[in-house]
């Protein structure tokens, strides 16, 4: 069964205190990686796609990494406008247009 | 581009009503989602268009729930009877295939 597990639930980070989230899955063949943010009363804002192992993507603080069973976003320096909840979602290669979304780490960084 | 638009951005019924969720994709997408998003089971996928056809409801709670794509920039979900457990964010997202999904903002629905 395809699963995806994201930890820790919740981090509460010093601003300037870097730190990386971990998107552990399961899928039955890889078709892609995808992070979001969302922030409270909003839907999920796209962040990055990841498709194969050994692939990084970056934006301004933010970095994802890819290997064969998981996926960190790295958060370099992180300011408190970086607090949100940060999804993981995989996409299977068979086909299918469905994601399976982990439940997310609740990331607060203190001034 | 507008983005993926959703109304109404909040509901309050009382149990039994019908409810109507409503979403316009963003143009030029051909698949659409239905998300709910609660605390204790996270983000589930609801069901997926694909040129306006249903490919998959199987996360569709019961029959209570229905949804519908007419044409390719309306879609609705339903819920008849609505109950207090059916209390949740509701999010629609379009995608190009099966490239990168964007949400919409969301509908809060609570059932008293």
């Known amino acids: 069964e395809d699963q995806v597990t994201q930890s820790p639930e919740a981090l509460r980070l010093q601003e300037g205190e870097s730190s990386s989230l971990n998107c552990s899955y399961t899928?039955?063949?890889?078709?892609?990686l995808f992070w979001y943010r969302q922030d409270p009363g909003k839907g999920p804002e796209f962040l990055f796609t990841l498709y194969s192992a050994g692939e990084e993507k970056e934006k301004e603080r933010l970095k994802a990494t890819l290997t064969k069973k998981e996926s960190f976003l790295h958060i370099t320096a992180p300011k408190p406008e970086d607090s949100a909840t940060y999804l993981c979602a995989v996409q299977a290669s068979s086909g299918t247009y469905k994601y399976i979304f982990g439940t997310g780490t609740r990331l607060k960084v203190l001034a | 581009d507008a983005g993926v638009i959703q109304s109404p951005r909040h509901e309050v019924t009382e149990m039994g009503q019908e409810v109507t969720l409503r979403c316009k994709p963003i143009?030029?997408?051909?698949?659409l989602f239905w998300y709910r998003q609660t605390m204790m089971r996270g983000l589930e996928l609801l069901i997926y268009f694909n040129n306006n056809v249903p490919i998959d409801d199987s996360g569709m709670p019961e029959d209570r729930f229905s949804a519908k794509m007419p044409n390719a920039s309306f879609s609705t979900l339903k819920i008849q009877p609505s109950e207090p457990r059916d209390s949740a964010v509701y999010f629609c997202?379009?995608?190009?295939?099966?490239?990168?999904?964007?949400f919409g903002p969301g509908t809060r629905l609570t059932v008293l």
């Open positions: 997202a379009s995608s190009r295939n099966t490239d990168t999904q964007y």
């Open positions: 899928v039955s063949g890889l078709r892609g």
């Open positions: 143009s030029g997408h051909n698949s």
